[in-house]
């Protein structure tokens, strides 16, 4: 369980949770979808061929990657979510497509392009040590015209009454600049919400984005990009943000927690578990929740808070692990955290 709240949480007042989850929240994940595939087994010998491990293969599993685990973690949440992508036309996009469907997560939005195969990350496991990885991708940019596709398809979304937009970019070349740049534009103009999981190294083409949440390695090289010079994380940060006209900035640090900049303040939120075996997937819970909040009419600080609390659940699982509306539910009852849970008032989020 995550370690004891800080004294200071304990003296906020009591933000209120809807008990039956967001699902009055409606989210649309954009950006690159992969399928992770395990084979697990046990080795016992080493090949005669050569100086490897021999793996007798016991049990193999697919599970969604990438931006598709942003939208498990919207799903974990109870609040509705549509992803928007691409997927080849092969096994591996049919299968992903499928299981994103039985979950529950909207896929009419997908696009299937042939030539560029989906992005697949096969590991082979031995117990909890992963012998090797294999990847089946291509990283350019998405032609014109599927990219031109995508867009009408996340304009058509839109259109339908959105609460908040997820740009989950891994560098796999879905995102690209004129596709991010229109994607911000035309939320912008309807008033929703954009947050933005960067891995590029320049920020420029996500400027005027709600929220940017890069981890503080990933926040180093885009200050190095845009030559933002110090060593002061708040400093740097802060003009970032106003470089960017983003309203906030927040940085996850890993064990030293999360680091939330907004125009006229900063707040440092510590790390709140106590056991970590994996983080895995903790920016994706991190940046699904506090967008699932902010939909939900949470301030950001205090999305913030709860992406903090449900990060700290993840990371005691095992790979990458979407939050779970029953555990984090137990967690806010507890009331120790700064969280109450309680009804829905007009649809919003109200404190105590």
């Known amino acids: 369980m995550p370690q004891n709240p800080p004294a200071e949480l304990t003296k906020l007042p009591p933000v209120l949770v809807p008990a039956g989850g967001f699902t009055r929240a409606s989210v649309l994940v954009v950006g690159d979808l992969m399928l992770d595939r395990y084979i697990l087994g046990d080795v ?44 080849g036309d092969d096994e591996a996009g049919r299968e992903l497509t499928a299981i994103l469907s039985e979950t529950g997560i909207g896929t009419e939005s997908l696009i299937v392009q042939s030539g560029r195969p989906t992005t697949c990350k096969t590991r082979v496991v031995c117990g909890n040590h992963q012998i090797v990885r294999f990847d089946d991708e291509v990283c350019d940019d ?72 890069p981890n503080q390695r990933e926040f180093r090289a885009a200050s190095a990009s845009m030559a933002i010079q110090g060593d002061d994380l708040l400093a740097c940060g802060s003009l970032m943000r106003s470089l960017l006209s983003c309203e906030s900035l927040l940085i996850t640090q890993g064990a030293d927690g999360m680091t939330l900049i907004a125009p006229d303040r900063a707040d440092h939120l510590p790390a709140l578990a106590e056991e970590v075996f994996d983080v895995s997937g903790a920016g994706d819970t991190v940046i699904a929740t506090a967008a699932v909040a902010v939909a939900a009419g949470f301030d950001m600080l205090s999305a913030v808070r709860l992406a903090n609390l449900a990060a700290s659940l993840v990371v005691r699982h095992a790979g990458t692990a979407p939050v779970r509306w029953s555990e984090l539910s137990s967690l806010l009852l507890s009331g120790h955290y700064g969280f109450s849970l309680g009804q829905e008032c007009r649809g919003e989020l109200v404190e105590a």
């Open 44 to 87: 016992t010998r080493i090949s005669p061929e050569a100086p490897v491990p021999v793996l007798a293969a016991k049990r193999r599993r697919s599970v969604p990657g990438g931006s598709a685990n942003v939208a498990l973690n919207v799903l974990g949440l109870r609040a509705s979510v549509t992803v928007a992508g691409v997927v």
């Open 142 to 213: 998405l032609d014109p015209s599927a990219s031109g596709r995508l867009l009408a398809q996340c304009k058509a979304r839109l259109d339908e009454g959105i609460g908040v937009v997820i740009l989950s970019d891994y560098a796999k070349g879905v995102l690209t600049v004129s596709l991010t740049e229109s994607l911000i534009a035309e939320c912008s103009r309807r008033g929703i919400p954009v947050f933005v999981d960067p891995k590029r190294s320049s920020y420029l083409p996500y400027a005027g984005a709600t929220c940017i949440t």
